[in-house]
């Protein structure tokens, strides 16, 4: 997640959902634009930090990737306990990226779109970090069985304890993609610069 300062992931509660078969799933990956202003590479960077998305109450991003993601679970009543015999994410990954408002001349148009692709490719690695969450999610829950719960309750509470777990990894791993990304002479600072120095 490109951002000014600061780190933010929103990540929508891990929600049950009523039952249903187990199946493949793909998540749906879909882009929001917010307008920038500017013909040159320097104004366009400066109305990003105008403009762009405010994060963590006064945070604000160049770019950001945000998911929902909700689950059909169905548990069985095996003898005295309860298993997770299938669960069915739905992923929605969102990714929140600027966009010029007005017609740019040729060679800010090129800065542009080499800053503009290296922010994308920045944000699907933390899209990729997400599912790869998603599908950690289904190897630890999936078949999971508690004894003596023929409630059905003791397996949540079990699975909210894994869920936990993976969801911080999850962001720490994109804390320290950032991490890298952002430093002194990381990947993103390069692309800033050249946008700024290049058109």
Known sequence: MIKTAGYCLVAACLVGMPAAAQAAWKAVEQVETY???????????ASIGERG???????????????????????????????????TPKLIITYTLPKPAERLPASVQASWDTFIAGVR???AVHGETIKDMVKGIEAATIGLSVPD????????????????????????????????????????????LRLVNGG
């Open 121 to 123: 490719t920045h944000e």
């Open 149 to 192: 719960d023929p409630g059905c309750r003791k397996i949540r509470v079990e699975m909210t304890k894994r869920l936990s777990g993976l969801s911080l990894a999850q962001r720490q791993k994109g804390r320290d993609f950032d991490r890298v990304e952002m430093g002194e002479g990381g990947n993103i600072q390069q692309l800033v």
């Open 53 to 87: 998305p405010i994060i963590a109450g006064a945070t604000r991003t160049i770019a950001h990737t945000n998911f929902k993601l909700t689950w059909q679970r169905k548990y069985e009543r095996q003898g005295n306990a309860c298993t997770l015999v299938s669960a």
């Open 35 to 45: 307008a920038i202003a500017g013909t040159s590479g320097a104004a366009l960077y």
